[in-house]
């Protein structure tokens, strides 16, 4: 069935890329022909407040740049407390793609507010919808630091999951990204694609 | 404005990147302003895209506002850059210019940040707009962004009056794409009216008292700017960027900027007034779509600026009665929409309990260094707006006092005059902060006697809105070597009797540089320096980390208030404290805080 389009929401803490991750889709979906709005919410703080892209294709033109609760198809995130941010948004068939890289927030670090009591990894597990979830600490590699990377191995997780061209997506990444992190960041996003690949043909 | 006919090119681009194209487009020749989320990559954008612009960062607002005035008065169409909060400051250079004559066009981009992007205390530009009776635009995507641009210099120089385009963290930051003229060839024109511009004081003082005469000296101090006005609220009903849009006859909307794609989204067969002019207000169109429909709604973001104005107008709107502004809303989403017009909409809620997240400094700041030596010594300061503010926060609790930008200076002299001088309270400011007005707080301290010590964190640029220059940086658009500010030669120049330069992350220097200047019977400057971890990208040390056997979970170390530094649940279910080793910078200002030695590098 042909993609009429999707609403996407990634998610994750400053400093993780999310913009560089909205930035290559998009340039991805533009080559398809696709209309896009791609609104970014930075939160206050220069680092580690919560970042969040919401990222529209569609074949026709993209009206409001944010996405309603309940429209989401997506939620793809880089932090997993950012992920639960955004799980209630997702329609019924959404999915998540979610690291449990988890970066604690100021509030609790400082005892002004109690964490959640259960853990974030099972809370987001439990959801009704699709879930994928990978954990850097079982891919870390030797070629490449994966907490720092995880943007793009997620761009090649969410291309492999959609059955896109890696080829496109890899010309996409060598075009946009300074040549002294070409090679690193193909490294990740095929990463990526392998953990995905694994996972889909496991389920 | 353009018609689909007349651009070659299309590109993604941001409000910010498409106001900046508008302002090449418009053959803008003088850009000035002061850098302010969200509106700051304005000015980085027009700068490094089209280099035929002149653009500076001003020492403050209210001098940029000066600057793009002059060069409207030499005939270019000027352009000035800041956020509602810098507008604060230069609301009387925009008082000044309002209803005088205008030659070159000049226009204000102001940044709004609804929804409180970067934490300020929430504010509406178009607020200027009905003081000063001068027209405020408001485009709803980037295209109309870039040809609102345009239109407004149009605008100014039609009705000789200063024009606002309203911009708000929702446009600048949202990318969608603009099509435009590829091969536009840069045009500047010197548009040389009149031989005098003076502000209204001048000229209603000569107008009233000399109506009616027809002497050359006397009439080119005329400028009818309610006319003007008069006449622009009338033209406005026939303008392309203000949309009468009819359908259903149950539901009118009258809305602009984003929400106006919120109501197209979520109400699909509504009739709609989209607004590209909110001030002043086509009361033709409005009229004509009241007895349309059966319910008027207004959709803004901000305050109820519109709702007031339409309703001055004789026309009865549904607006804040059924979505009341604060503090249950700061701006508008295509939820709160759908939740209040569309039947049965199905209610979504966040899952509860997901812990929040306070601004917390970059790892290896400067501020923290100074902000832990404050608290440790329990030293009473006022912080200003900088990366420091972060201080304030309930994690740090290093402050207990802070207002607006440049202000830390003369709130400390206001304390310590009203307690008699027995207690030093000090100032701390950032480099941007003493330039843009605090440098007026010191001079006034100097002269009026105070004794107060002031810190000035020099970390070479202005850290907050991203590392713009600052008169005492080392780089920026017009950076000569020679031409570079020296605080500590500027405060020697003033009168400060006692300075001392110090590096920040000396940790013992800086204490006891911070001790002797509070403790001293005189006024006193330390300037700490240390160039922006973040802009400058300075070269790491090797990450610090704890050790569990010697940590007894004290915590101390987590009240430095770095980012680096957490709490973790082990798989046992027992708490850890952790360095956060990406993050990490290894400056060690964490293993100042602990008395157990547990942090190591």
């Known amino acids: 069935m042909q993609d009429t389009g999707k609403n996407i929401i990634i998610a994750g803490v400053g400093g993780q890329g999310i913009l560089l991750f909205s930035n290559l889709l998009s340039k991805f979906y533009m080559k398809l022909g696709y209309e896009l709005k791609i609104s970014d919410v930075i939160g206050l703080g220069q680092r580690g407040g919560g970042v969040e892209s919401h990222f529209r294709y569609s074949d026709k033109p993209v009206l409001s740049p944010f996405i309603k609760a309940g429209d989401v198809d997506y939620v793809i995130s880089f932090e997993q407390t950012e992920t639960l941010r955004h799980l209630h948004g997702l329609k019924e068939d959404g999915v998540v793609f979610s690291s449990t890289y988890e970066l604690t927030s100021t509030s609790v670090n400082t005892r002004l507010q109690k964490d959640l009591p259960e853990s974030k990894t099972e809370m987001i597990k439990r959801s009704e919808n699709e879930t994928f979830i990978v954990d850097p600490e079982v891919h870390k590699s030797p070629d490449f630091n994966i907490n720092k990377m995880m943007n793009v191995v997620m761009l090649g997780y969410y291309a492999e999951f959609r059955g896109y061209s890696h080829e496109e997506m890899i010309q996409i990444v060598r075009e946009s990204v300074p040549e002294k992190f070409v090679e690193g960041n193909i490294i990740a996003y095929k990463k990526g694609t392998e953990i995905a690949n694994a996972e889909l043909a496991s389920r | ?601």
């Open chain 2, 1 to 601: 404005m353009k018609t689909g006919n007349e651009f070659t090119a299309v590109k993604m681009m941001n409000g910010n990147e498409a106001v900046a194209r508008g302002a090449f487009e418009a053959g803008v020749k003088v850009a000035a302003g002061f850098p302010g989320t969200p509106s700051t990559e304005v000015m980085d954008y027009t700068q490094h895209k089209y280099p035929e612009i002149y653009c500076e960062w001003s020492t403050n607002e209210k001098v940029g506002l000066e600057v793009a005035i002059g060069a409207s008065f030499a005939g270019y169409r000027s352009l000035a850059i800041m956020k509602t909060v810098g507008l604060h400051v230069a609301a009387d250079a925009l008082g000044g210019a309002a209803g005088s004559q205008i030659n070159g066009g000049l226009v204000l981009v102001v940044g709004d940040d609804v929804g409180r992007i970067a934490g300020d205390d929430y504010n509406d530009v178009r607020h200027y707009g009905n003081m000063f009776n001068i027209p405020v635009l408001e485009p709803s995507d980037s295209q109309e962004a870039k040809d609102l641009m345009v239109k407004a210099f149009e605008i100014s120089e039609e009705y000789s009056t200063p024009v606002i385009l309203k911009i708000t963290s929702v446009i600048c930051k949202t990318t969608s794409k603009v099509e435009y003229d590829e091969d536009y060839t840069y045009q500047v024109k010197c548009r040389e009216i009149y031989p005098v511009s003076f502000s209204k004081v001048i000229m209603t003082t000569i107008m009233t008292k000399a109506k009616g005469s027809e002497h050359p000296k006397l009439t080119k101090c005329f400028n009818d700017f309610t006319a003007n006005m008069k006449r622009l609220a009338q033209n406005s009903n026939d303008f392309d960027m203000n949309r009468l849009e009819l359908n259903d006859k149950k539901i009118g909307v009258i809305t602009a900027g984003t929400p106006y794609y919120y109501v197209k989204e979520v109400l699909p067969e509504a009739s709609v007034l989209k607004l590209g002019l909110v001030m002043p207000l086509p009361e033709k169109m409005i009229k004509e779509l009241a007895e349309h429909v059966d319910e008027l709604y207004v959709i803004e973001d901000g305050h109820d600026l519109l709702e007031k104005n339409i309703k001055d107008l004789g026309v009865s709107v549904i607006g804040k009665e059924l979505f009341p502004k604060f503090p249950d809303m700061m701006r508008f989403t295509p939820d709160v929409i759908e939740e209040k017009l569309v039947p049965n909409a199905p209610k979504r809620t966040p899952i509860e309990g997901v812990p929040f997240r306070l601004p917390v400094s970059c790892a290896g700041c400067s501020h923290l260094f100074i902000s832990q030596i404050l608290r440790k010594h329990k030293i009473k300061a006022a912080a200003d707006v900088t990366c420091g503010l972060i201080g304030c926060f309930p994690h740090m609790e290093s402050y207990s006092l802070q207002k607006c930008m440049g202000s830390s200076i003369a709130l400390a002299h206001g304390y310590n005059i009203a307690k008699d001088h027995k207690e030093n309270f000090v100032a701390m400011i950032g480099d941007g902060g003493f330039w843009a007005t605090g440098i007026n707080g010191l001079m006034n301290l100097i002269f009026n006697d105070s004794k107060s010590t002031v810190i000035i964190v020099d970390n070479s640029c202005l850290a907050m809105t991203g590392g713009q220059n600052v008169a005492s940086s080392e780089f920026g658009f017009n950076y000569k070597p020679e031409n570079k500010l020296d605080i500590a030669t500027v405060c020697e120049a003033i009168g400060v009797k006692d300075i001392v330069t110090v590096d920040a992350y000396e940790f013992d220097d800086l204490e006891k540089s911070i001790l002797n200047a509070v403790s001293a019977e005189t006024n006193s400057v330390v300037i700490v320096k240390k160039p922006c971890v973040t802009k400058f990208k300075l070269p790491k040390e090797t990450p610090s980390y704890i050790d569990q056997d010697k940590c007894v979970k004290c915590r101390k170390c987590i009240d430095v208030g770095c980012l680096a530094i957490e709490s973790k649940k082990a798989e046992d279910g027992s708490v850890e404290i952790v360095i956060n080793q990406d993050i990490c910078t290894g400056c060690r200002l964490c293993s100042t805080a602990c008395k157990f030695e547990a942090i190591k590098s």
